[in-house]
C-alpha cells in the first residue's frame, strides 16, 4: 500500500498528523517502532489549546480517564501564586489513555498502521522500513526527540539544555484542579491530577542520580502528602530537552512535534505545540505541498520558546526566581495574564491592554 502521507512515529504528535491527514481527504500510514499502546514518561497535563485540537480531530477523550485542570500554581518555600487559564480547562491523562483514544480514531478514518516496524532509510520516493518498502509522496517525521530523520537530512539544532524527569504515578484523589509546580534550587516537581483516583508527579533535574525519593523529599509538603500513597505505575524516565532543528521542511520531507523543536518539559506544552503543528502540517499538504507549513511552525513556536528560555534561566538564578514568583503572588491578575499569552489565549496586544488596566487598577486602589 502506498500512502499521500508515511508518517514514521506513532507517539501523540504523528498519530494526530495522520487524522489530521486524513481529514484533508489523503491517504496516511502510520509506523511505529513499538507496540501499541506506547508509554512514553510525560507530565501529561494537555493545555487548553491542545484540548480544543483534540475534539476538533474527533478523538474522545475518555471523562473516567482524565482529569480537568483549570490553571497552574506555582510555589516555592512560602510563596505560592496560581494563574487560572482565560477559557476551557487543560487535561490531564495517562500516556497511554491518550495514545488508545488516537489510536481508536484513527483507525475510525482508516490510517493504516505499521506497528512494530522501524524506519531504516530514508528514499527519495518514500522510505525502506525493516521490512519492506514504502512508497509515499510526502514523509513525515514524527520520530520524537532523537529524530533519526532529522540526523539524515542535516537539520539537527544545538542542544540549549538538557535534563532529566523521572515521572511516577499514585492512587490518590487529586487534592487540587490546577497542576502544581514547585521550586527548589536546580530542581522542580510538578504534579498533574490524570484521572478521579489519580496523579501524576514528575521531578525534573540536572543531577538525576540522586534518584526520584531523595529528589522528592526536597519538596517536603508534596513529599509528606505522599507518603504511604500506593503507587501504580513503574517509575519511568525520560530526557527533557530544549532544542531546536535547522529547518523543519526538506525537500518532501516535514518535520513535526519533537523531531522538529522539543520545549523544556517544565513548560507543559510539548504535546499541545505538536498538536497545533500536526494540523498546520495536514492543512498545508491538503493544499498540495510543504512550504505553508514551514511559514506556519514559526508562529505556533515563538511565545514557548521565549517560555522556555524564561523559565530555564529562572532555573539557575535562585534570587531572580523568588522575586519573579513574589511578584506573581502579589499580582495574581499579572499571573492569569502571562498564562494566557504561554497558552495562545491571549495575544500580546490584548496582555498589553489588560496591564494597562491592571496598573490602573492598582493606581486608584493605592
Ligand atoms: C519528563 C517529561 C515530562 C513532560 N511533561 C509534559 C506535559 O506535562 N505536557 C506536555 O504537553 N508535554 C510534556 N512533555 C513533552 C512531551 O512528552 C513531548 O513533547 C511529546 O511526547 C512529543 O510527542 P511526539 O509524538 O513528537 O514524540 P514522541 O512522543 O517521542 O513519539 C515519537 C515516536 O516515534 C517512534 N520512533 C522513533 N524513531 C522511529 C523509527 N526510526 N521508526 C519508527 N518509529 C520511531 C518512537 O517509538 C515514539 O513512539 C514532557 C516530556 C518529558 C520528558
Known sequence: ??????????????????????????????????????????GEGIMPGGVTLLKKLGVNLPAGGSFRFRGILYQEGHIS????????????????????????????????FLWGRQLRELLPTGARLSDGMVRSRWTVAADGLNSGIRRTLGLDGPIRRQRVGLRRHYRIAPWSDLVEVSFTDGCQAYVTPVAPDQICVVVLTDNPRQGFDRLLSRFPLLAHRLQGIRQV????????????????????????????????????????????????????????????????????????????????????????????????????????????????????????ARLIRLDRLGRTHT
Open 1 to 42: 500500500m502506498n500512502p499521500d502521507v508515511l508518517v514514521v512515529g506513532g507517539g501523540p504528535v504523528g498519530l494526530a498528523t495522520a487524522i489530521a491527514v486524513r481529514l484533508e481527504g489523503l491517504s496516511a500510514t502510520v509506523v511505529e517502532r513499538r507496540l501499541p499502546p506506547v508509554e512514553k514518561a510525560c
Open 81 to 112: 501564586t496560581r494563574a487560572h487559564f482565560q477559557g476551557l480547562p487543560g487535561m490531564g491523562m495517562r500516556r497511554t489513555t491518550l495514545h488508545n483514544a488516537l489510536v481508536q480514531r484513527a483507525k475510525e478514518l482508516g490510517v493504516h
Open 233 to 352: 505505575s513503574e517509575e519511568q524516565g525520560g530526557a527533557s530537552v530544549f532544542r531546536g532543528a535547522r529547518g523543519v521542511v526538506r525537500g518532501r520531507v516535514a518535520l513535526v512535534g519533537d523531531a522538529a523543536v522539543s520545549v523544556d518539559a517544565i513548560t507543559g506544552e510539548g504535546v499541545s505545540l505538536g498538536l497545533h503543528q500536526a494540523v498546520a502540517l495536514a492543512r498545508s499538504l491538503g493544499r498540495g505541498g510543504l512550504d505553508e507549513y514551514a511559514r506556519a511552525h514559526a508562529g505556533i513556536m515563538g511565545a514557548t520558546i521565549r517560555m522556555t528560555r524564561l523559565m530555564l534561566a529562572l532555573d539557575r538564578r535562585p534570587r531572580l526566581r523568588r522575586l519573579a514568583l513574589g511578584t506573581l503572588q502579589r499580582w495574581p491578575g499579572l499571573f492569569s495574564n502571562l498564562l494566557g499569552i504561554h497558552t495562545r489565549e491571549l495575544s500580546l496586544a490584548q496582555f498589553c
